[in-house]
């Protein structure tokens, strides 16, 4: 069974540029989890999405957002990009809510 | 709300030697704890995990962890280590009582094991 897919692997941005990644998840798999990495903030909650709508949203700003589609593939989008949202976004999906989540390898923005 | 603490952000330890990555958490209700690792430019894999019943759980590789409901606290442990364990470990907690599966993790702790 396929992984976590994530695209793309890396992107360089401009600030004031907006971005969005994509993430596949696990065939079946109905959650889909956004977070986001840092040196500085560790891994912090962006967002999930089950079934096509958000369940939960971490403390970020509007910039921010997500979208997920009916064959459960989510997106996130990233507007008017600043220097501190570079980072590596990582996707995670579930099956159940009591079951682990598996991460895809990520996406490595640097915002130039 | 929900938190995690890894004390230690690095832990040494020689091969053939037993590890503890410590964890401690703190949730409203009832948790679900997980460990994760991550190596280089990766994302994170999942190594085990406490839903409910035993307070000793058994995953990946070799590592183990034990449930402490009373100290708050969910070690990482495998009783002899291995180079190839070096990497960054990751505890996280899912409030049980709360839906969906948002995750918060502690800091990461560094585990090197030197031969």
């Known amino acids: 069974k396929a992984g976590v897919t994530q695209t793309p692997r890396y992107l360089i941005k401009t600030r004031g540029q907006q971005v969005t990644l994509s993430c596949s998840p696990i065939?079946?798999?109905?959650?889909v989890s956004w977070y986001q990495q840092t040196p500085g903030q560790g891994l912090q909650f962006l967002f999930e999405?089950?079934?096509?709508?958000?369940?939960n949203k971490g403390n970020f700003p509007g910039r921010f957002s997500g979208r997920q589609f009916s064959n459960s593939r989510s997106e996130m989008n990233v507007s008017t990009l600043e220097l501190g949202d570079s980072a590596l976004y990582l996707c995670?999906?579930?099956?159940?809510?009591?079951?682990?989540?598996?991460f895809g390898q990520g996406t490595r923005l640097t915002v130039v | 709300a929900q938190s995690v603490a890894q004390p230690e952000d690095q832990v040494n330890v020689a091969e053939g030697n037993p590890l503890t990555v410590k964890c401690t958490y703190s949730?409203?209700?009832?948790?679900?704890l997980f460990w994760y690792v991550q190596y280089p430019n990766r994302g994170l894999q999942f190594l085990l995990k406490y839903i409910t019943g035993d307070n000793l759980v058994k995953g990946s590789y070799g590592f183990e962890a034990e449930f402490n409901k009373s100290q708050t606290s969910f070690h990482l442990k495998k009783p002899s280590a291995l180079v190839s364990d070096s990497a960054l470990y990751f505890c996280a907690v899912r409030d049980r009582d709360n839906a969906g599966n948002m995750l918060t993790f502690g800091g990461g702790t560094r585990l090197m094991v030197k031969p």
């Open positions: 065939s079946g798999h109905r959650s």
């Open positions: 999405y089950f079934s096509e709508t958000q369940r």
């Open positions: 949730v409203s209700g009832n948790p679900y």
């Open positions: 995670a999906s579930s099956l159940w809510e009591n079951t682990e989540a598996f």
